[in-house]
């Protein structure tokens, strides 16, 4: 239906409309809840203007008596208004629902009314109630939605009624409504939550007109606290409820709603304390469902947890009364852990507690990469630290408790900034130790904390712990970190593939002697895991580490590339030949960075490869494209000379290669990279032939489709070609393309958009360039193109002095990635593969400023007068100002 | 589209901040009860027997009150006795009077207005004349159906020419009749003013206030506060309502008397001369020009500060609306001192100053940044941190706006001095909000910060102040928002910011 014309036809849909409703509430339960979204999906299109009868006839049922009707009409009229809850504010959207609140909202007001009354007429029929209470909950969430927009004239007027009502419902029990399930939310819980929504949206929009009921509910929100159960099906009422309190207690005007020693106590004590209980439905997580305990206990999803919620409260009562809380709570820590302290196997949840309780008091502010940042003052955390949590660790069984274990560790983890040095020392030991624990939470914990630990920064930015102070542990380190990823249930662990690799690149040299064991087991790993690759962070830490190997073994001794590539070339192959996608990007990139250890000619090896890297079917893959450029730059810089004798008839498959990326504006600064490598390395006679059929695609792309990006990296490889053929080459292939064809390129492209050019070496890049044109190109004097040579001069000056133009056309800002087909496997670059930026000027110029002042000054020997009286004719003041200084300080003058 | 609209301005910064003030009238339904603080668009005259009384000395003190049915006032109405007549429209006007449900409908079905018209231009019958204004402003005060029927009786000539009766108190009940039909939009507005209503109510004025033509040596006649009261709200009706405006020349005859008129030491006659001037001013900006000319703008800052919520409230909106304008106009109101008043206002009890201060400095925020260097010269700062954080849910929805503007507009060292005031917590416990466009304002305004700290180089400091604030989370809760757009701002910036290790 979306956006295209109708394609139905409008007596069809006419009918349609006329007899959806009636059979929606003629239908049973489950069809009805069907028919119920296909009204919606046709009002998203028609109502209200093309189905000015719908309210109507909806409002009509509600006279019916009928609850069967009337809760299919509340649903209906649910699923059509909910997206008032997120669409942003517009006229078209508030007439619609100024319309329906004429016709919906007095109706609507009084079945609420009548609703209610029926339930306590029925109050002893079970059957009866749970259909009242049904629309007691679609009518709930109606209010919410009718009121999200704005506070509309006619709830304001009744809000007496609606929250007199809502506030006695909250406080409402009946034995016929409670369930015996534990997991599912009944009915009465449901209603109960939704209640709790429509009060926090009233006090958090609306607070000038609730503020008279917002006391009432506190206390009927906190009373529902105090009484509700551990069961799993009111997790979402308790934590609803305990977030609103949360965002109520922050709020200066209702502070004194808490302030009373006695309030603060008893809601310590009856609602936070209670629901940070370890509860069996987490013991549960922990044993059986690690990677979803461990996912919302160390990433935070675990927003709509109790726990969370609790901790939310604590933390907004912390903001008007952190001394009180501190002290309440402190003593509850105290008794909690004297109740382990008696009989710790059977009491450890207590212990579990008051570490969550400490934890949660003690953080003001969390990161992943720093644990705890800010912390409260009035929390001793090493003192916890040493007197409760290493004692944990220290026991002999690793597999004892597990629960505090991890608690333990957690600590660790979280508080590292705040915890001494000398304490984390002691603890390493201790973590190395636990990683060979059974408990999947608790060795991935293990990890997950050495990990973390090993990238805390000390001071003048080195790693805190430090190389030689891991020492004595590195074997027992590396053995344990690949023995855990064979124990059950972690063979594809991706905290402890990221804790390896964080070993390697903490540990460096020291891990040589083991490489041979790594090594082998890293290929055995990657050889496994290529069947069916299903964790790509795993995967990414895995191929990182083999880079990491590489790189520091060949770093002391570079002839062990050969090693490597005996080790991994196997499964390198298998890799390519099944095709295993996943995992094509990250081989060419450790092939890139083998292939860039050879010191000599290209090995042989790699030169077999080379023709099957310029099929078409590889490129096809987005990502593909990025390391298999830098693969190709990696052969062209090590082997240009053997491709050019020895495989000369690939280098139109190379050139194909460019064609193909060039056409692409996603990827045309790939086939630049690849171009300029072309040039850059491959002898000039082999290239001899094809050069001027290359300017003349890139021309080409230039006439269709010219963006700014694709002319920063013209720009960059005009100027390479100058460097590397010479100025008047490129003037002359210009010229013998189109005659003055140089001129135009100068005048339209170099002049106004050299300033655009990005990066440092690119920049250098163009300077050398343009100073060649300047200096060494005798048509840029003595033809008609002499005129442009100061406004050239002047861009140069402009691109040394002046801020980059990093202005982009408007048209530009939303670029489709046309050529990108569907969804494909993205590109991660890995970070120990990473290739060191590369120079083509290199030493050759080390500053363009002055390389331009002695050029200048080598053409005004050559022919006296003219420069000087060039620059004088238009050179502006400011530029010539500039280029003094580069003549000072090169020393130089002209003639 | 809306959407694309603004990334553009957010992405060639800074260029296009006019277009970033947003003017009053974003939304012309309204869901809400009409606010308490608008001013009053219509009035009725109620009679209380006492004042009943005194407002009525030429009323025929010995008769007995005499109750009559609908028919016989027809009948008395449409007779040719004078007597009855007045006995007659007085019952009228009384029933029209009445604190509680008067039956204006019923009496408009009577089909007498055209009679109680034609009553208004019996000169020789003072109290007749009077009884049948009075009546006649009732019926105008009612919904636009009853002034519709007012005016449709021929009731605006009589009316302005009773402007100039003898009697004050007739010539003052057709003020207030004036105002109601005035009220009921730019229609009549300007009927009224095609049929030459200003001169003789600037007259009036004159006549009151007789030191604006420098007659010091006259003394006012007979000095009626109550008056000019009704006079300045009249005036302001008239220069009420948009779609389209009241014609230029009108304006341009007003204005100098309504300045005077807001020198005056009564609050409601201030309240309503600057509620006239918010009115002009709620326009296109060459409407904003001839309000800034006269130089008012002073007078007005000063207003914003009086402990009168009546005049405060219509002066704020005078200078909110002053600053939706160019640079020049907003740079006009700072210049006559704005930015020392709102600190105050922002702070102020009420929710709804709170807002419409942080609506005014969301508009200066919008502007080139010497201007925002003034807004932070003067302290303003604190205060819209305090409300971001504190403040009712409809200011903290302004202070985002002030925020996002001053982040598109601001210069890095500005921006920083934003961050470092502390806006960053509250802004993004504001992620929380239950309203759709105020997160993505704020998801646009934390893509202007990251913009601002790549240029300083501390992506990743401003990265972990994110975290640590719980910011990270709440952004990446918004990935699973309803609404498209939210979902798809929150996703660029945990790609762009938060995916790397």
């Known amino acids: 239906v979306e956006d295209e014309p109708n394609k139905i036809c409008e007596s069809d849909r006419i009918a349609i409309k006329a007899n959806i409703v009636p059979l929606m509430l003629s239908s049973p339960e489950q069809i009805q809840k069907q028919l119920s979204d296909a009204i919606s999906i046709i009002g998203r299109e028609d109502f209200p203007q093309k189905w000015p009868d719908l309210l109507t006839e909806m409002v009509n049922r509600f006279q019916s008596g009928d609850f069967h009707v009337i809760n299919g009409v509340l649903r209906t009229a649910h699923s059509l208004f909910k997206r008032y809850r997120h669409e942003f504010k517009s006229n078209e959207l508030w007439t619609e629902i100024k319309l329906v609140l004429d016709a919906f909202a007095l109706p609507l007001t009084n079945l609420f009314k009548a609703t209610i009354e029926l339930c306590s007429t029925h109050a002893n029929d079970a059957s009866a109630l749970k259909v009242l209470f049904s629309s007691l909950i679609l009518i709930a969430k109606l209010f919410y939605s009718l009121n999200f927009q704005d506070l509309p004239e006619f709830f304001e007027d009744n809000m007496e009624t609606w929250m007199t009502n809502f506030h006695s419902l909250l406080t409402l029990d009946n034995k016929l409504l409670q369930t015996d399930d534990e997991e599912e939310a009944g009915l009465l819980e449901l209603l109960k939550s939704q209640i709790c929504d429509n009060a926090a949206l009233y006090a958090q929009k609306y607070d000038e007109e609730f503020q008279p009921y917002l006391p009432r509910f506190v206390t009927a929100i906190w009373n529902l606290l105090v009484t509700t159960g551990q069961e799993v099906k009111y997790d979402l009422l308790v934590s609803n409820a305990i977030q609103f309190l949360a965002s109520v207690c922050e709020r200066p005007h209702y502070k004194h709603l808490f302030e009373d020693q006695n309030t603060l106590t008893s809601i310590c004590e009856k609602v936070i304390v209670p629901n940070m209980e370890f509860r069996a439905a987490d013991e549960e997580a922990f044993e059986d469902n690690s990677e979803e305990y461990i996912r919302r206990d160390l990433e935070g999803s675990d927003i709509d947890t109790r726990r969370r919620?609790?901790?939310?409260?604590?933390?907004?009562?912390?903001?008007?009364?952190?001394?009180?809380?501190?002290?309440?709570?402190?003593?509850?820590?105290?008794?909690?852990?004297?109740?382990?302290?008696?009989?710790?196997?059977?009491?450890?949840?207590?212990?579990?507690?008051?570490?969550?309780?400490?934890?949660?008091?003690?953080?003001?502010?969390?990161?992943?990469?720093?644990?705890?940042?800010?912390?409260?003052?009035?929390?001793?955390?090493?003192?916890?630290?040493?007197?409760?949590?290493?004692?944990?660790?220290?026991?002999?069984?690793?597999?004892?408790?597990?629960?505090?274990?991890?608690?333990?560790?957690?600590?660790?983890?979280?508080?590292?900034?705040?915890?001494?040095?000398?304490?984390?020392?002691?603890?390493?030991?201790?973590?190395?130790?636990?990683?060979?624990?059974?408990?999947?939470?608790?060795?991935?914990?293990?990890?997950?904390?050495?990990?973390?630990?090993?990238?805390?920064?000390?001071?003048?930015?080195?790693?805190?712990?430090?190389?030689?102070?891991?020492?004595?542990?590195?074997?027992?380190?590396?053995?344990?970190?690949?023995?855990?990823?064979?124990?059950?249930?972690?063979?594809?662990?991706?905290?402890?593939?990221?804790?390896?690799?964080?070993?390697?690149?903490?540990?460096?040299?020291?891990?040589?002697?083991?490489?041979?064991?790594?090594?082998?087991?890293?290929?055995?790993?990657?050889?496994?895991?290529?069947?069916?690759?299903?964790?790509?962070?795993?995967?990414?830490?895995?191929?990182?580490?083999?880079?990491?190997?590489?790189?520091?073994?060949?770093?002391?001794?570079?002839?062990?590339?050969?090693?490597?590539?005996?080790?991994?070339?196997?499964?390198?192959?298998?890799?390519?030949?099944?095709?295993?996608?996943?995992?094509?990007?990250?081989?060419?990139?450790?092939m890139s960075l083998l292939l860039e250890m050879h010191k000599n000619e290209i090995p042989s090896s790699y030169m077999a490869l080379f023709p099957h890297l310029l099929q078409p079917?590889?490129?096809?893959?987005?990502?593909?494209?990025?390391?298999?450029?830098?693969?190709?730059?990696?052969?062209?810089?090590?082997?240009?000379?053997?491709?050019?004798?020895?495989?000369?008839?690939?280098?139109?498959?190379?050139?194909?290669?460019?064609?193909?990326?060039?056409?692409?504006?996603?990827?045309?600064?790939?086939?630049?990279?690849?171009?300029?490598?072309?040039?850059?390395?491959?002898?000039?006679?082999?290239?001899?032939?094809?050069?001027?059929?290359?300017?003349?695609?890139?021309?080409?792309?230039?006439?269709?489709?010219?963006?700014?990006?694709?002319?920063?990296?013209?720009?960059?490889?005009?100027?390479?070609?100058?460097?590397?053929?010479?100025?008047?080459?490129?003037?002359?292939?210009?010229?013998?393309?189109?005659?003055?064809?140089?001129?135009?390129?100068?005048?339209?492209?170099?002049?106004?958009?050299?300033?655009?050019?990005?990066?440092?070496?690119?920049?250098?890049?163009?300077?050398?360039?343009?100073?060649?044109?300047?200096?060494?190109?005798?048509?840029?004097?003595?033809?008609?193109?002499?005129?442009?040579?100061?406004?050239?001069?002047?861009?140069?000056?402009?691109?040394?002095?002046?801020?980059?133009?990093?202005?982009?056309?408007?048209?530009?800002?939303?670029?489709?990635?046309?050529?990108?087909?569907?969804?494909?496997?993205?590109?991660?670059?890995?970070?120990?593969?990473?290739?060191?930026?590369?120079?083509?000027?290199?030493?050759?110029?080390?500053?363009?400023?002055?390389?331009?002042?002695?050029?200048?000054?080598?053409?005004?020997?050559?022919?006296?007068?003219?420069?000087?009286?060039?620059?004088?004719?238009?050179?502006?003041?400011?530029?010539?100002?500039?280029?003094?200084?580069?003549?000072?300080?090169?020393?130089?003058?002209?003639? | 589209n809306d959407h694309s609209e603004r990334m553009k301005k957010f992405k060639n910064k800074g260029k296009d901040a006019a277009a970033l003030r947003r003017q009053r009238a974003e939304v012309n339904i309204e869901l809400r009860k009409a606010k308490k603080d608008e001013q009053i668009l219509k009035r009725r005259s109620i009679s209380f027997s006492l004042m009943d009384e005194s407002l009525s000395p030429?009323?025929?003190?010995?008769?007995?009150?005499?109750?009559?049915?609908?028919?016989?006032?027809?009948?008395?109405?449409?007779?040719?006795?004078?007597?009855?007549?007045?006995?007659?429209?007085?019952?009228?006007?009384?029933?029209?009077?009445?604190?509680?449900?008067?039956?204006?409908?019923?009496?408009?079905?009577?089909?007498?207005?055209?009679?109680?018209?034609?009553?208004?231009?019996?000169?020789?019958?003072?109290?007749?004349?009077?009884?049948?204004?009075?009546?006649?402003?009732?019926?105008?005060?009612?919904?636009?159906?009853?002034?519709?029927?007012?005016?449709?009786?021929?009731?605006?000539?009589?009316?302005?020419?009773?402007?100039?009766?003898?009697?004050?108190?007739?010539?003052?009940?057709?003020?207030?009749?004036?105002?109601?039909?005035?009220?009921?939009?730019?229609?009549?507005?300007?009927?009224?003013?095609?049929?030459?209503?200003?001169?003789?109510?600037?007259?009036?004025?004159?006549?009151?206030?007789?030191?604006?033509?420098?007659h010091e040596d006259l003394t006012p006649p007979l000095f009626q506060v109550g008056f000019l009261r009704n006079i300045t709200w009249t005036l302001s009706n008239l220069c009420r309502n948009k779609n389209p405006y009241p014609p230029l020349d009108a304006v341009k005859k007003m204005l100098p008397v309504l300045i005077c008129l807001m020198e005056h030491e009564d609050k409601d006659i201030i309240s309503d001369s600057c509620w006239a001037i918010s009115y002009l001013t709620d326009g296109s900006n060459d409407r904003i020009q001839i309000v800034v000319d006269t130089g008012i703008l002073p007078r007005l800052v000063e207003l914003m500060a009086s402990p009168e919520l009546i005049v405060m409230?219509?002066?704020?909106?005078?200078?909110?609306?002053?600053?939706?304008?160019?640079?020049?106009?907003?740079?006009?109101?700072?210049?006559?001192?704005?930015?020392?008043?709102?600190?105050?206002?922002?702070?102020?009890?009420?929710?709804?100053?709170?807002?419409?201060?942080?609506?005014?400095?969301?508009?200066?925020?919008?502007?080139?940044?010497?201007?925002?260097?003034?807004?932070?010269?003067?302290?303003?700062?604190?205060?819209?941190?305090?409300?971001?954080?504190?403040?009712?849910?409809?200011?903290?929805?302004?202070?985002?706006?002030?925020?996002?503007?001053?982040?598109?507009?601001?210069?890095?060292?500005?921006?920083?001095?934003?961050?470092?005031?502390?806006?960053?917590?509250?802004?993004l416990n504001l992620l929380l909000a239950k309203d759709s466009k105020t997160i993505l304002v704020i998801l646009d305004t934390i893509s202007n910060l990251f913009l601002a700290a790549e240029k300083l180089g501390e992506t990743e400091r401003l990265c972990l102040l994110v975290e640590e604030l719980d910011g990270l989370e709440k952004i990446e809760a918004l990935q699973t928002h309803d609404n498209n757009m939210v979902y798809r701002a929150a996703l660029t910036i945990i790609e762009k910011y938060f995916s790397g290790e």
């Open chain 2, 313 to 427: 409230t219509p002066a704020l909106r005078a200078i909110g609306n002053v600053v939706t304008g160019t640079d020049e106009q907003t740079q006009a109101a700072i210049d006559a001192g704005v930015l020392a008043v709102l600190p105050c206002l922002l702070r102020h009890v009420k929710p709804t100053i709170q807002k419409e201060a942080a609506w005014t400095l969301s508009n200066i925020a919008a502007g080139p940044c010497r201007q925002i260097q003034q807004l932070i010269t003067c302290g303003l700062l604190p205060p819209l941190v305090e409300l971001l954080d504190k403040g009712d849910f409809k200011a903290q929805k302004e202070a985002v706006w002030a925020v996002a503007n001053f982040t598109t507009g601001g210069t890095v060292e500005q921006v920083v001095e934003l961050v470092q005031s502390g806006v960053l917590k509250p802004l």
């Open chain 2, 58 to 214: 030429g009323e025929d003190k010995r008769n007995e009150i005499i109750q009559l049915s609908l028919e016989e006032i027809v009948q008395a109405v449409n007779g040719s006795n004078t007597e009855l007549q007045l006995q007659a429209t007085q019952a009228t006007r009384r029933m029209l009077s009445r604190q509680k449900d008067p039956p204006i409908n019923q009496i408009i079905e009577l089909g007498i207005i055209p009679r109680l018209v034609e009553f208004l231009t019996r000169a020789d019958n003072a109290p007749l004349q009077f009884e049948a204004a009075w009546a006649l402003t009732n019926i105008a005060s009612g919904t636009s159906d009853h002034t519709k029927a007012v005016v449709e009786g021929g009731a605006i000539p009589a009316f302005i020419s009773l402007l100039s009766s003898p009697h004050m108190h007739i010539s003052e009940q057709s003020v207030w009749a004036l105002g109601n039909i005035a009220g009921d939009g730019p229609l009549y507005r300007d009927a009224l003013i095609n049929c030459n209503v200003i001169p003789p109510l600037l007259a009036l004025v004159v006549l009151l206030l007789p030191h604006l033509l420098l």
């Open chain 1, 617 to 895: 079917v590889l490129w096809e893959r987005t990502g593909n494209i990025p390391p298999l450029v830098r693969l190709l730059q990696a052969y062209l810089e090590r082997g240009a000379n053997t491709i050019a004798s020895a495989a000369a008839d690939k280098i139109p498959g190379l050139l194909g290669v460019f064609q193909k990326l060039i056409a692409s504006k996603a990827n045309d600064h790939q086939g630049f990279y690849l171009l300029n490598s072309i040039i850059e390395h491959m002898p000039p006679e082999s290239v001899d032939q094809y050069r001027k059929q290359i300017f003349i695609l890139l021309f080409q792309r230039l006439q269709n489709s010219k963006t700014t990006k694709f002319i920063k990296s013209f720009l960059v490889f005009i100027n390479l070609y100058c460097i590397k053929y010479g100025a008047l080459a490129l003037q002359e292939i210009f010229d013998s393309i189109q005659p003055k064809m140089f001129g135009m390129v100068l005048e339209k492209i170099i002049i106004p958009e050299i300033q655009k050019v990005s990066g440092q070496v690119e920049k250098k890049i163009c300077a050398v360039g343009i100073t060649k044109i300047l200096t060494e190109c005798p048509p840029m004097m003595d033809t008609e193109y002499t005129k442009l040579w100061t406004p050239l001069l002047q861009a140069l000056i402009g691109l040394f002095e002046l801020p980059e133009d990093d202005t982009i056309p408007d048209e530009e800002h939303f670029i489709d990635i046309e050529d990108t087909p569907g969804y494909q496997t993205a590109f991660s670059q890995l970070a120990f593969a990473g290739k060191k930026e590369h120079d083509p000027v290199g030493q050759m110029v080390n500053n363009p400023r002055i390389h331009l002042a002695q050029s200048l000054h080598k053409l005004s020997t050559a022919c006296p007068g003219r420069v000087p009286s060039m620059l004088s004719t238009s050179l502006n003041a400011e530029a010539l100002q500039y280029l003094q200084g580069y003549l000072q300080a090169a020393s130089v003058t002209l003639l």
């Open chain 1, 309 to 590: 919620a609790a901790c939310d409260l604590v933390r907004g009562l912390c903001k008007f009364f952190e001394g009180p809380v501190t002290g309440i709570f402190s003593g509850y820590v105290n008794s909690m852990l004297q109740e382990y302290a008696k009989n710790p196997s059977v009491n450890w949840k207590h212990k579990d507690a008051a570490i969550y309780l400490v934890t949660s008091l003690a953080s003001k502010a969390q990161t992943q990469k720093h644990g705890i940042t800010q912390a409260n003052e009035l929390v001793n955390l090493t003192e916890f630290f040493v007197n409760h949590i290493q004692p944990d660790l220290k026991s002999a069984s690793v597999n004892e408790f597990p629960v505090l274990k991890a608690d333990g560790i957690k600590y660790i983890m979280i508080f590292r900034n705040q915890v001494p040095k000398e304490q984390l020392l002691v603890s390493i030991p201790l973590l190395i130790n636990h990683l060979q624990a059974e408990s999947i939470v608790v060795h991935t914990y293990a990890a997950h904390a050495l990990e973390r630990l090993f990238t805390m920064r000390g001071t003048n930015n080195t790693t805190l712990i430090t190389a030689a102070e891991m020492a004595p542990f590195v074997e027992v380190l590396l053995t344990n970190l690949f023995k855990a990823l064979t124990l059950p249930g972690s063979s594809e662990n991706e905290y402890i593939m990221k804790a390896i690799m964080r070993s390697f690149s903490l540990l460096q040299e020291s891990i040589i002697p083991y490489i041979p064991s790594v090594i082998t087991q890293l290929t055995q790993k990657l050889l496994a895991v290529s069947k069916n690759p299903s964790k790509p962070h795993f995967n990414h830490y895995m191929f990182e580490s083999i880079c990491l190997s590489i790189r520091i073994t060949c770093k002391a001794n570079p002839d062990a590339v050969g090693s490597f590539e005996e080790a991994l070339f196997m499964v390198f192959t298998e890799i390519l030949q099944n095709d295993v996608q996943e995992f094509i990007p990250y081989v060419f990139q450790v």
